[in-house]
């Protein structure tokens, strides 16, 4: 007599480990974004300006911008910055590469910069601000842009 066959064993189903290495992935990734926001204990009110996290954004800039001490003057214990921007007839001053210096060292916003260098003797002094600082300045075209820098 023969022996009735045996069935063979179901086959053993290997599960695809894309899956778990796709899960792992994003869980790294969630991590490394959640976890500096879940540690981070400072008070902060929103995203700062570079110049804010200097030790003194002003004096950074007179550094960087005007080595030669012509054009940008510091006071009122590094909280005010006078720029003086020469003009076509009045050469003293710093020139436009000194003022982009200054302006990009302290963040300050594209329209505010324009608005800056756009107005006339005729508009008089005009006054703008942006977070940390204010600004009043007057452009002549004979005399050059002048403006103040104060740190609130």
């Known amino acids: 007599m023969t022996q009735p066959r045996q069935p063979y064993p179901p086959p053993v189903r290997r599960r695809s480990p894309v899956p778990?290495?796709?899960?792992?992935?994003?869980?790294?990734?969630?991590?490394?974004?959640?976890?500096?926001?879940?540690?981070?204990d400072s008070d902060d009110?929103?995203?700062?300006?570079?110049?804010?996290?200097?030790q003194d954004p002003l004096l950074?800039?007179?550094?960087?911008?005007?080595?030669?001490?012509?054009?940008?003057?510091?006071?009122?214990?590094?909280?005010r910055l006078t720029v003086n921007r020469s003009g076509a007839t009045d050469k003293t001053?710093?020139?436009?590469?000194?003022?982009?210096?200054?302006?990009?060292?302290?963040?300050?916003?594209?329209?505010?910069?324009?608005?800056?260098?756009?107005?006339?003797?005729?508009?008089?002094?005009?006054r703008g601000d942006w977070p940390g600082y204010s600004v009043t300045w007057t452009n002549d075209y004979p005399k050059g842009l002048d403006l103040t820098v104060t740190r609130n």
């Open 93 to 126: 001053g710093v020139g436009a590469d000194a003022l982009a210096c200054v302006f990009e060292t302290l963040q300050v916003p594209g329209a505010l910069s324009d608005r800056m260098l756009s107005t006339t003797a005729a508009d008089g002094q005009l």
């Open 20 to 40: 778990w290495i796709v899960l792992a992935v994003v869980l790294v990734a969630a991590g490394v974004v959640l976890v500096p926001k879940l540690v981070n």
């Open 45 to 54: 009110d929103g995203a700062q300006p570079v110049a804010a996290t200097e």
């Open 60 to 79: 950074v800039a007179v550094t960087k911008c005007d080595p030669t001490k012509k054009g940008l003057k510091l006071a009122d214990n590094n909280r």
